[in-house]
């Protein structure tokens, strides 16, 4: 059985800090960039943050760059996104997805998660 698991998302207060988990059961991380997109409500899917499979490189979409950092703990089998100073705008549906190609876009993963809810108040 292959598939991916977010967890971590929930209610927090602008200026707070949540860390999304995705953790990947039937198969390992290590041969996969990891992609973190979201889906605020009635707007489209974007994407977040990546990490690269063999160099662990990162990047990230400008909205978030400087507040939320992407890694890896590949014992684990987990990719992690920490999210700091979160505002309102960050409210979405948080979504990741491995890619075998080592590039993060929608159209090339191969495994998605079904999504864990990040809500930021006021």
């Known amino acids: 059985q292959l598939q991916l698991v977010e967890s971590g998302g929930g209610l927090v207060q602008p200026g707070g800090s949540l860390r999304l988990s995705c953790t990947a059961s039937?198969?390992?991380?290590?041969?996969?960039?990891i992609g973190w997109f979201r889906q605020a409500p009635g707007k489209e899917r974007e994407g977040v943050s990546c990490?690269?499979?063999?160099?662990?490189?990162?990047n990230y979409a400008d909205s978030v760059k400087g507040r939320f950092t992407i890694s890896r703990d590949n014992a684990k089998n987990t990719v992690y996104l920490q999210m700091n100073s979160l505002k309102p705008e960050d409210t979405a549906v948080y979504f990741c997805?491995?890619?075998?190609?080592?590039?993060?876009?929608?159209?090339?993963?191969?495994?998605w998660g079904k999504g864990t809810l990040v809500t930021v108040s006021s």
């Open positions: 997805a491995a890619h075998r190609v080592d590039r993060c876009r929608p159209i090339w993963a191969d495994y």
């Open positions: 039937g198969f390992t991380l290590d041969y996969y960039a």
């Open positions: 990490i690269s499979r063999n160099d662990g490189s990162t």
